[in-house]
Every structure is written in C-alpha cells, then in structure tokens.
C-alpha cells in the first residue's frame, strides 16, 4: 500500500475523496450519524484545524482507507466528557478521529499501517480516540496497538455511545 500525507492546506483538494470512501464504508446503511451529509462536516470541521493531517492509503491508485485527526487545544478533551485524570492537563493530545478502510482490504493490515503512519509519527504525548461500543471487536483491536479505556461518552442525541481510549506516545502508560 503506498500512504500518502495530507495537511490542513490539502483538505479542500481531498474532501470528496474522503466522503466518497465514507459512503463506500457505509454503503447499504441507514444511519443519519454517518450520512454524507453529517460526515461532509465532521471532516469540514476537523480539517479547518491547523495541525489536521490526513494519511490515505492507495493500491495502485485505488483508494484503500484514510486516517485523519488534529491536536487537541490545551486543555482539550472530547466533547461532553472530562479529560481523565490519567491524562495530565499539561499533556498534549492528539485526537484520531477517523480511520477508516474500505471493505476490499479489510483484514489485510491497512487499517494498522494507516494507523501507524498517522498516529505514531505525532509529536504529541497522548493519543484519543472514539469507538463505537457495539463494536467490541473493534475495541479490542485499539487495546492490542496499546489503547485503553478511560470512559464512554454520547457527544450527541443520534450518535452512539462510544467508548474513549487513550495511548501514551512518549513512552508513559495511560492507566484506567
């Protein structure tokens, strides 16, 4: 899979790939939380940040997955959650907040090189994310690239509930 980086400058060129392999990873489902529309901006939101970075994947041109994500403000946590008091305020955070791999290179180690070449080349100290708690595989998977659980949250009324995770990048643990 040949990975390629994108900044918060490059998101206006890459927005209708990024919904576009949304609606492929969703394809067939009648979620309003995943809709085009709602993810048009989520990513509009996310890429506006300074520090957005954006890795997609391409297998011979073909889009395979993207990760993308942006530092926290000082102080930041998710919405409608505290930062757990395993996360030190002076921390500083950055929040994955999609990593999605289209259904053709599911199981083949995309989602984790995608993973690894976005999150693991951060200058930040800690690692967050979100994920779905009807999706304990999915969990489980965060847990073995050293996540772990610090709470759950519903940042909004039609969303699900996710659980947060967080992963030390300096070298420290982050504990429950």
Do not use: N
């Not at 969703?26 to 890429?47: C, L």
């Not at 994947?57 to 993308?68: L, R």
């Not at 409608?80 to 996360?87: L, W």
């Not at 994955?96 to 984790?112: F, H, I, N, P, Y």
């Amino acid at each position: 899979m040949d990975l390629k980086t994108y900044t918060h400058q490059d998101a206006a060129a890459i927005r209708g790939m990024l919904l576009d392999m949304q609606d492929a990873v969703y394809d067939g489902e009648a979620d309003r939380f995943r809709a085009r529309e709602r993810f048009a901006q989520f990513v509009d939101m996310w890429s506006s940040k300074e520090g957005w970075s954006c890795v997609i994947g391409f297998d011979e041109g073909e889009p395979t997955g993207f990760a993308y994500g942006a530092p926290f403000g000082a102080g930041g946590w998710w919405k409608g959650s505290a930062r757990p008091t395993s996360v030190a305020p002076e921390a500083r955070v950055f929040a994955l907040s999609e990593l999605k791999v289209l259904k053709k290179w599911r199981k083949t180690g995309a989602s984790e090189e995608l993973h690894r070449a976005l999150v693991l080349t951060r200058d930040e100290d800690v690692a967050t994310l979100l994920v779905d708690v009807t999706h304990p595989k999915v969990v489980s998977l965060y847990e073995r690239w050293g996540y772990i659980k610090v709470g759950e949250q519903k940042p909004y009324e039609d969303s699900p509930t996710f659980a947060i995770m967080a992963k030390h990048l300096t070298g420290r643990s982050v504990s429950e």
